[in-house]
């Protein structure tokens, strides 16, 4: 058994900004914008990925590729990712998916002529959306957006489009990667028990959302690791106190007691929910 607090990784960005999130510290205004949050345990390869993400500015329209495609490349698997919206301007947009399907050739064009700017389909987001992004999936994410991300454990992005920004293109691995068509939801949460639901499941891994209550069990079976990451509010995991802004790898079996108002995401690398992973104290404490 092994609770650890996962360090934490400023990721300077173009996009970024110099007011983050409750929880972190702000990069002084002379420095460069931090766009990203990164938790990770050194030394260790871990199976998934946690980050929040700040934009003052729309990020590149991009695309990640499926295992398949990844591993014919040579890295080790693709990438699948997920976001909780935390904040959002008024305004504010995803950019999901395109407004008609593409065949190759399009989405070419369109990446050189940048008309894909307007076939990619910008969805309005607030606080509280949830998006589960499968390979594939042509997206951007628009300004003043403040969110978490869970994904693959892998720095795999294929940039088709970039505003006129001047950063390298992906085209001749991208578009062979790409879905481009209209967005459907990869999964759609399920209630699993009171304070309990799973608000992405079906792939590559499964994200919950906790909320407060009674002093429960963590139990993490067969070796699969989980990240315990408090949105708001804290509580105790096997005798440290957590809080947002920080982010917990556990491995076995960890006491857990959230703070009554508090917001808890957690996520581990299974396709499908595991029913035991949290249960009441014995005797019902």
């Known amino acids: 058994m092994t609770v650890t607090r996962l360090d934490m990784i400023e990721v300077a960005k173009p996009w970024g900004r110099h007011v983050l999130w409750p929880g972190f510290r702000d990069p002084p205004v002379t420095g460069e914008p931090i766009g990203e949050i990164w938790f990770a345990a050194p030394g260790r390869d871990l199976p998934l990925l946690v980050k929040y993400l700040f934009t003052s500015e729309k990020l590149s329209i991009q695309v990640h590729p499926n295992d398949a495609l990844a591993q014919a490349h040579g890295h080790p698997h693709g990438k ?11 305004g504010a947009t995803l950019g999901l998916g395109t407004t008609r399907p593409l065949n190759s050739n399009e989405l070419r064009a369109a990446a050189l002529d940048g008309s894909i700017e307007t076939l ?4 309005q987001v607030k606080a509280g959306d949830i998006v589960h992004v499968r390979p594939g999936t042509v997206h951007a994410i ?8 869970v994904q693959q454990n ?5 940039r088709l489009y970039d505003y006129g920004r001047p950063r390298e293109l992906h085209l001749d691995e991208g578009v062979p990667a790409s879905e481009a068509k209209p967005f459907a939801s990869a999964s759609a949460p399920v ?6 639901d799973a608000i992405v499941h079906g792939g590559h891994f499964t994200v919950e959302r906790w909320s407060g209550g009674p002093a429960r069990i ?3 079976p067969n070796g699969m690791p989980g990240w315990a990451i408090p949105v708001s509010g804290g509580g105790m995991i096997d005798g440290h106190r957590v809080e947002a802004g920080q982010c917990w790898l556990i491995e076995g079996e960890a006491t857990f007691a959230a703070d009554k108002a508090s917001d808890w995401l957690f996520a581990y690398p299974s396709a499908h929910p595991v029913p035991s992973l949290l249960r009441n104290m014995p005797g019902g404490a």
């Open 142 to 149: 628009g300004a003043g957006i403040t969110l978490i991300e």
């Open 218 to 220: 963590i139990e993490c």
């Open 154 to 158: 892998i720095d795999l992005t294929y």
């Open 80 to 90: 699948e990712e997920c976001w909780i919206v935390l904040d959002a301007e008024p």
């Open 120 to 123: 990619m389909d910008w969805k």
């Open 191 to 196: 209630a699993l028990s009171p304070g309990r």
